[in-house]
């Protein structure tokens, strides 16, 4: 396995005569070589506000609620830079596919200025809305305070959070999955040591509290773009510094907002959605809030390798579908599905049948255990289904069609988990919400698998509406 996950890190550097075994490799062993080093980034990545969630759960009740309040608008930040990421996986993954190396490196400079514009317009932005926002909630007065100070920092090192994410995408596209994973390996290892140092302030430091948690993220992302920065200097890179190949292009920006355009509506369903069903909450007190926290954060801790899987499908997808090898593209995305169904089964077992158990992974508090118990059994019963909604989406984005890829989870997140919330609620108090976010997953994802069933058979039916350079420029499929 480590020969071969080398191998495919050569797609992305210059290694003499190793191929692109993303093009050429036996399915199934390129698909899991992907995953493996991506699943574990991913898992990284929720890790992060794992360690917050664990230290502050022992810090205070109102600090743990306060975080779970401030998601939803902390969040924004993620979900540019969750955009920003996939339409350059996309567009990286079919310019390597179409073979065009001159344009890979001219990307590089056209993502540089615009995460670095996103990330001037996010800051004073979110400074100036975040505190209305947060009030508005109607939270208890300590939860609420907690949570502005939290959203501060986060607002104020936003360039720190969107670079090493969007470059690190980069990095994906051209089929290296493995650097970015030892990027967040870094910044999570600063992150573990410098939590409890900055929320409890022992010795000479201070006691953040809350505002500590977020400190080191701050710190932790600031390592993790110093990393990224330095590895664009590689030559062996095939994207990399190179100031000959910049010219300004209208083209590459347009093939990249075809995806990132429509994914950043997507992406913002996720807070959105957490900030309707959080308001919803809030009548039934902070330990449905403080639940409700704890247990989204367990359930992306479940969910998030296979969200690796289908990212790892997308690289394959956009790479084969621009170099014309329909028939590959339809055998990742099977195989995508059953791997992702599969691996979502055996993460889910273990919290359906112990609830209380992984909740208490995040708080020691009893009441707030009892209030999340169903949430975590139910929903955790239903999150295959939300797997499929992710597997949709990403084919799409593959092969540019960014229009399509945002419906599976703008549905699913703005219309039918709120809804679902809203009748469960209505009809059995707060166990009867997490059965109504159950129940919205089950018909998403059911809805998902079929309009992917029926995408994939036109898209084996019809002969290629462009040859594979096109395709690679940007224009979406069909």
């Known amino acids: ?66 975080v779970s309040l401030s998601f939803p608008i902390a969040y924004l930040i993620h979900s540019v830079a969750g955009a920003l990421g996939q339409g350059a996986t996309s567009l990286v993954s079919r310019l390597v596919g179409g073979g065009d190396d001159r344009q890979l490196r001219n990307f590089l400079w056209h993502a540089l200025i615009v995460t670095g514009a996103f990330a001037a317009v996010i800051t004073p932005l979110g400074l100036l809305l975040a505190p209305a926002a947060l009030r508005r909630m109607g939270a208890e007065p300590g939860v609420t305070e907690g949570a502005i100070l939290y959203t501060q920092v986060a607002f104020a090192s936003s360039a720190f959070s969107l670079l090493p994410m969007v470059l690190n995408s980069l990095f994906r596209g051209e089929g290296d999955t493995i650097y970015p994973f030892k990027v967040m390996a870094v910044a999570l290892a600063l992150n573990v040591v410098l939590d409890p140092l900055f929320i409890f302030g022992p010795g000479p430091f201070p006691e953040l509290g809350v505002a500590g948690a977020a400190v080191t993220t701050a710190i932790s992302f600031l390592f993790a773009t110093l990393m990224v920065l330095r590895e664009l200097r590689n030559p062996r890179r095939r994207v990399r510094y190179d100031r000959a190949a910049w010219s300004w292009s209208p083209a590459l920006l347009r093939g990249w907002a075809n995806v990132s355009a429509p994914a950043f509506v997507a992406n913002l369903s996720m807070p959105l959605s957490a900030y309707v069903i959080t308001d919803m909450l809030t009548g039934y007190g902070t330990d449905a809030i403080a639940a409700f926290g704890a247990g989204t954060r367990l359930l992306s801790f479940v969910f998030l390798p296979t969200l690796g899987i289908s990212m790892s499908m997308m690289i394959m997808v956009g790479q084969n579908h621009a170099a014309g090898r329909r028939d590959r593209v339809r055998e990742t995305t099977l195989l995508t599905l059953r791997y992702a169904l599969i691996l979502m089964g055996v993460l889910s077992l273990p919290v359906i049948l112990f609830p209380a158990w992984a909740l208490r992974i995040f708080t020691d508090e009893p009441t707030v255990i009892a209030a999340g118990v169903g949430l975590a059994r139910w929903v955790t019963l239903a999150r295959p289904m939300l797997s499929i909604v992710n597997i949709t989406a990403f084919w799409f984005h593959a092969q540019g069609n960014g229009l399509m890829g945002m419906l599976p989870n703008f549905g699913m997140r703005v219309l039918l988990e709120p809804a679902g919330v809203w009748v469960g609620l209505k009809l059995g108090a707060l166990q009867g919400g997490w059965l109504g976010m159950a129940g919205a997953d089950l018909v998403g994802g059911a809805l998902c698998l079929a309009l992917l069933f029926w995408r994939l058979g036109a898209y084996m039916r019809d002969a290629p509406a462009t040859a594979p350079k096109a395709a690679a420029a940007g224009a979406p499929s069909r």
């Open 1 to 66: 396995m480590t020969s071969f996950l080398a191998r495919l890190r050569a797609s992305g550097l210059r290694e003499p005569g190793a191929g692109n075994p993303i093009l050429e490799g036996p399915v199934d062993r390129t698909l899991l070589g992907l995953s493996v080093p991506m699943i574990m980034a991913m898992v990284l990545v929720t890790a992060f506000g794992l360690v917050d969630m664990l230290y502050l759960g022992r810090y205070s009740r109102e600090a743990m609620a306060a």
